[in-house]
C-alpha cells in the first residue's frame, strides 16, 4: 500500500516503530527490541521505559488534547 | 476449593471425562463403539455437555487428539459441530445485542475495552489470591494459553490485503518471531513447568468450567468460519487491549507469592508485547477491513463484545469459586 508507514503516531498513545530497533535512554542505556513492531512511550508514564505498556489508558488527560479523531 | 491435578496421567487417549450423553456420544463415536449414524440423533443434556463436544469437534481442528486426527472431516461430526455452533452463536449474539459498541472505528472498539468494568481477576491476584488460588488460575487458562494466537490464525487467509499483513505480522510475534523458544505458547508451558504444573496441552480440560469451555470454543467457532472473520477480528482487538496493564499486575502478584520467574515473565512478556498488539489489532487489522468493507463493523463490536463479556463470565465464576466478593 502506497501510505505503508514505518512509524506511526498513535492518537493518544505510542509511536510504533516497525522493524528492530535500539532506543537510548536519557540515561544513556541502550534499550533494544527484535519485535517485528515496537511501542514507544509518548506519554512518559509507562513503568517500562522507553517502551509504551498502555498505561497511558488511565491517563486523565489524553496525549492529544482535543486532536482526537 | 482448589482441585489441581499437578502430574497425574490422562487416559491414553487423551479424551476428556463425559459431561453428559452427547459428549459421551461423541466419545464413544470416536472409539468406534457407536456408530457415526447414531451420533446426529443424541441431544445434549445441557449447556456445558454441548460446549464439551464443540470443544472436542474442535480438538480435531487444532493440535489435541491425535489418535482420532482421522475423524477430524467426519461428515456426521461435522454436522453436529454445525448445529451446535449455531445454537452457541445466536445465545452469543442475544448477549451482545443493545450492549456491543455502537461504532466499530479503532478508537470506538479502543475506548470500549477502556471502558469495561468487569470484575479483575488481575486485581486480586495482584493483592490477595493466594498461592493456591493463582496455580487454579493459571492451570484453567492453560487450556488456551497453551494454543496462544492458533485460533486466529485461521482467520489470516480471509482478510483484505493491508489486513491480511498487518495479522501476519502480529501473529508473527506470537510465534515467537522465528525463535522456538519465544512462542507465546511456549512461554507459558515454560511457566507452568516451573510452577510444577502439568504442561503438555489440554491436561486440565477435565477441571475447567463451563464457562472456560465457552471461551475456547467461541474464539475457535470465529476462526473457523470465515463468515465469522471480522468477529474473530474483534474479539482479538478486545483480547490485546485488555491485556497489558493485567498482564502487569499479574506479575506483580506471582512475585509477591514468590512464584518462579518463569511464570512471571510470561507475563512481561505480555506487558509489552500486547500494547504493541492492541494499536496494531484495531488500527491496522480492524481499520483496514473497516476501510475495505464498512459492513464488517457490527460484526467487529459483536466479538469485541464478546471476548469481554466471556472474560467477564469467566472471572464471576472464578470469584464465586473462591468465595471472594470481587
Ligand atoms: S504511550 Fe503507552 S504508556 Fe505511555
Ligand atoms: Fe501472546
Ligand atoms: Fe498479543
Redesign the interface.
Known sequence: ?SDHVDL?V??N??L?IRGAVGVRAPDGTVHRT??????VCRCGKS??LP?????H??LRTPIDEGE?? | MTTVVMTEAGPETGLPRARGELSDAVMRALTGALPWSRLVEVTATDDEDALLTLWIAHELHHRGLPRFADAEWTPELVVVRRRLEGELEQRLRARAEGHQPESA?P?AL?DFV?QDAGPSLSAYVQRSATREQVLELLWLRSIYHLKEADPTTWTLPRLP??ARAALA?LQ??EYG?GRPARLHAELFARGLRACGLDARENAAIDDVPVEVLEMNVTLTMFGLQRRLAAASIGHLVAFEASS??PS?RMARGLRRLGLPEEIAAYYDEH??????H???AA?FIAGAMLRADPTVADDLAFGAFTCLDLERRFAASMFRRWGVRP
Open positions: 500500500m506511526h498513535c492518537p498513545g505510542p510504533l527484535e519485535r517485528p513492531v515496537s511501542a513503568a517500562s517502551w509504551c505498556d498502555g498505561t489508558q488511565s482526537r479523531r | 472505528t478508537d479502543l477502556r490485503g493491508p505480522e508473527y510475534d518471531g497489558s496493564a502487569r506487558v509489552e508485547a500486547d500494547a504493541v492492541e494499536q496494531t488500527r
